[in-house]
């Protein structure tokens, strides 16, 4: 079946970096587009991060340009969200999605996501 798995978060200073895996199974991984999403308390979730399957092309919301990087490997079914300079902001639940559009159906998949908390 599906799976994403999340991986890397955890508690950081202001200032420090984190970096978030997740594995994919179950599905073509390098057919997929791959995003980061997160979601704070109390606020709707947004996209933070976006990769094309062939990973040439990146997207990356204001707030984090800059400072976050996504990249992938698809020999191993692996994206990754190299988060730099960490504000409190930056504190949510980070979430892995996998994208795809074939002919009218749409597939989309999504991990159980990890907690990030900036706070020192």
């Known amino acids: 079946q599906v799976q994403l798995v999340e991986s890397g978060g955890g508690l950081v200073q202001p200032g420090g970096s984190l970096r978030l895996s997740c594995a994919a199974s179950?599905?073509?991984?390098?057919?997929?587009?791959m995003n980061w999403h997160r979601q704070a308390p109390g606020k709707e979730r947004e996209l933070v991060a976006a990769?094309?399957?062939?990973?040439?092309?990146?997207n990356y919301a204001d707030s984090v340009k800059g400072r976050f990087t996504i990249s992938r490997d698809n020999a191993k079914n692996t994206v990754y969200l190299q988060m730099n300079s960490l504000k409190p902001e930056d504190t949510a639940v980070y979430y892995c999605?996998?994208?795809?559009?074939?002919?009218?159906?749409?597939?989309?998949?999504w991990g159980q996501g990890t907690q990030v908390t900036v706070s020192s």
């Open positions: 179950g599905f073509t991984f390098s057919s997929f587009a």
């Open positions: 999605n996998a994208r795809r559009v074939s002919g009218l159906r749409e597939y989309d998949y």
């Open positions: 990769i094309t399957s062939n990973g040439r092309n990146t």
